[in-house]
Nanobody, 123 residues
Framework: QVQLVESGGGLVQAGGSLRLSCEASGRTFGIHTMGWFRQAPGKEREFVASITWSGNVTAYIDSVRGRFFISRDNAKNTVYLQMNNLKPEDTAVYYC????????????????WGQGTQVTVSS
């Protein structure tokens, strides 16, 4: 099992920056990819960014590319989402998620999820 705990959310004005952190614990040796998702009020959860646990292969949705940057520190079992030039449209609950190697080979989705951290961007 993998446990994920997000932190770093808060209230920020448009144009500001925040860095979200996600600390993983448990069977982290089985993780293939870490991802960040977000869910705005009344909206479906959407993918934001991901990074492989080893290899540093990253992916972003177009709306955040160039503004958001995902990174990891394996020694600390932590992934980060650096969010720059925040916009009101970025307001959402941000969730950290982990995809295991086994689930990847079996065509499954993300296995584990954090509780979420609120990001609110005011204009």
């Amino acid at each position: 099992q993998v446990q994920l705990v997000e932190s770093g959310g808060g209230l920020v004005q448009a144009g500001g920056s925040l860095r979200l952190s996600c600390e993983a614990s448990g069977r982290t040796f089985g993780i293939h990819t870490m991802g960040w998702f977000r869910q705005a009020p009344g909206k479906e959860r959407e993918f934001v960014a991901s990074i492989t646990w080893s290899g540093n292969v990253t992916a972003y949705i177009d709306s955040v590319r160039g503004r958001f940057f995902i990174s990891r520190d394996n020694a600390k079992n932590t992934v980060y989402l650096q969010m720059n030039n925040l916009k009101p449209e970025d307001t959402a609950v941000y969730y950290c998620a982990a995809l295991t190697i086994i689930s990847t080979t079996r065509g499954r989705g993300y296995d584990y999820w954090g509780q979420g951290t609120q990001v609110t961007v005011s204009s």
